[in-house]
């Protein structure tokens, strides 16, 4: 059974950062794209990064880019979102997601094969 797990969310002081990790199992995950999505409170999931299998191509959302970094370990089956600068409005639960094209990231989360359960991050002014 595929399965995401995230950890590293929490409460912090805009300004500072947050390192985000995703462990896989039960696919491929080599051969998987894989990203970050955040769903603030009230608001629709946004893809926020992805990165292909090699780590060679990634997406960025406009609103993080220069402050947020995608990267993965493919020997180790994880991927983590670095998270610098952050401010108040990245208050949202991040979700890790897996899915074999990087078409489905762009396009939308309505088509993403694999979902983690998702962690709080939460940053006060």
């Known amino acids: 059974q595929a399965r995401l797990v995230e950890s590293g969310g929490g409460l912090v002081q805009a300004g500072e950062s947050l390192r985000l990790s995703c462990v896989a199992s039960?696919?491929?995950?080599?051969?998987?794209?894989m990203a970050w999505f955040r769903q603030p409170p009230g608001k629709e999931r946004e893809l926020v990064a992805a990165?292909?299998?090699?780590?060679?191509?990634?997406q960025y959302a406009d609103s993080v880019k220069g402050r947020f970094t995608i990267s993965r370990d493919n020997a180790k089956n994880t991927v983590d979102l670095q998270m610098n600068s952050l401010k108040a409005d990245d208050t949202a639960r991040y979700y890790c997601?897996?899915?074999?094209?990087?078409?489905?990231?762009?396009?939308?989360?309505?088509?993403?094969?694999?979902w983690g359960q998702g962690t709080l991050v939460t940053v006060s002014s």
């Open positions: 990165i292909h299998w090699s780590g060679g191509s990634t």
């Open positions: 039960g696919f491929s995950f080599r051969s998987y794209v």
């Open positions: 997601a897996a899915d074999r094209y990087m078409v489905t990231m762009t396009s939308g989360a309505q088509k993403v094969e694999v």
